[in-house]
């Protein structure tokens, strides 16, 4: 039997944070975000308490492409790699992987720190423990006791 997951109910575990984002269609709450995968991860973020980042981030010193998500206060953004196993997407061809790499680069340059997430990671929950140990190792060394 498959059991559906409550969107609602809070997890026992991080594994456990799985989604069905049609359900986040829709709702105010996820203004900014623009893809499923992107609501799916967000969601993943509050629910496990983790600090709230803006969607659609533009790096104040490259403004052209936005980020899927950043954190100022961090000097973080995620990048969602959704399609990566769809023919010709935006982030498995020639093109795509030179501007995915230019993008990555410039973001470094910066002096900032960026994430890459496929579907499989988000989902799988691996995503949500990176940013968990992320935001854990901030805050011991910043001597934050809360992850807000």
């Excluded at 799916?40 to 600090?51: C, D, E, I, S, T």
């Excluded at 935006?90 to 992987?97: D, F, Q, W």
């Excluded at 805050?139 to 934050?144: C, I, R, V």
Aim: glycine share 8%; aromatic share 10%; with cysteine.
């Amino acid at each position: 039997m498959v059991r559906k997951s409550n969107p609602h109910r809070r997890p026992r575990s991080r594994r456990e944070i799985v989604i069905d984002p049609s359900a986040l269609v829709g709702d105010d709450a996820f203004a900014g975000c623009e893809t499923d995968l992107e609501r799916k991860f967000l969601w993943q973020l509050r629910v496990a308490g983790l600090p709230e980042p803006t969607p659609q981030y533009r790096l104040k010193e490259y403004r052209r492409s936005p980020y899927d998500f950043g954190w100022e206060d961090h000097r973080l953004v995620v990048e969602l790699q959704g399609g990566v196993w769809m023919r010709k997407s935006g982030h498995n061809t020639g093109n795509g992987i030179t501007r995915d790499c230019r993008k990555l680069n410039r973001t470094t340059m910066a002096g900032w720190k960026q994430f890459n997430f496929t579907t499989n990671m988000v989902d799988s929950g691996e995503a949500l423990d990176i940013m968990i140990k992320f935001f854990e190792k901030e805050n011991k060394n910043n001597g934050n006791n809360g992850s807000k």
